[in-house]
């Protein structure tokens, strides 16, 4: 079975600082794709950063940026000068083809 | 429009009442899906459509009927609902189901769906 595991509830980070939100999943199939999406106050959720499992190189996406560890099945996402307009929640996902499996969601506040 | 639209955005209904969730994506997708969204609950996904055939069907109770005429349109019905079905629906698109590189979800504003 597939998870998706996300620790850290609720987050806050200052404007303009750098903060790292935590993401574990498991899987036992080799072709797969890891995701963040973000999902402000009453706004549609949209899209922040993807990685492909058989890259080793981390993606990057402007301000964030993930550090994907594969052996150790991590995923997280690092927002850097984080701005007001990051406050949101933010949802790890897994998709392995069949099926699509998201995290519990960590609600970030970024404070003026 | 652009993206994927829903409507109703909000919906007040009785345990007895029949209504329906609309869903347009405008992206040429071949893959619809509807999701349930819950307080402190990961995204349930509900239901997948792959060019109009129903490909998933998670074990959802029978009062949520989905139905997909067209590639682009997806529909929720909804009848006899339950005060624990309460929670934001949230409907998705993607290129192609099946293979990972082509199933990034698109995702609508959602339904605020209240039973009482």
């Known amino acids: 079975a597939q998870t998706v595991t996300q620790s850290q509830p609720e987050m806050s980070v200052q404007e303009a600082e750098t903060v790292t939100l935590s993401c574990t999943y498991d899987t036992s199939e080799s072709n797969y794709y890891l995701f963040w999406y973000k999902q402000p106050p009453s706004r549609q959720m949209i899209l922040v950063i993807r990685?492909?499992?058989?890259?080793?190189q981390n993606a990057t996406e402007n301000r964030f940026s993930v550090n994907f560890q594969k052996a150790a099945k991590s995923f997280s996402l690092k927002i850097s000068d984080s701005q007001l307009g990051d406050t949101a929640m933010y949802f790890c996902a897994l998709s392995t083809g069949n099926q699509f499996y998201f995290g519990t969601g960590t609600s970030l506040t970024v404070i003026p | 429009e652009t993206g994927v639209t829903q409507t109703p955005r909000h919906l007040v209904m009785g345990m007895t009442n029949k209504k329906s969730l609309k869903c347009e994506q405008h992206?040429?997708?071949?893959?619809m899906y509807w999701y349930k969204q819950s307080a402190k609950k990961p995204l349930e996904l509900m239901f997948v459509y792959s060019l109009e055939e129903r490909v998933e069907n998670n074990s959802v109770p029978s009062r949520f009927s989905p139905e997909c005429p067209n590639s682009s349109h997806l529909f929720l019905h909804l009848h006899t609902l339950q005060p624990e079905d309460s929670a934001l629906y949230l409907c998705?698109?993607?290129?192609?189901?099946?293979?990972?590189?082509?199933?990034?979800?698109?995702f609508g504003p959602g339904t605020r769906l209240t039973v009482l």
């Open positions: 992206l040429g997708h071949n893959a």
């Open positions: 998705a698109s993607s290129q192609a189901w099946g293979d990972p590189s082509y199933n990034e979800q698109f």
């Open positions: 990685q492909e499992a058989y890259k080793q």
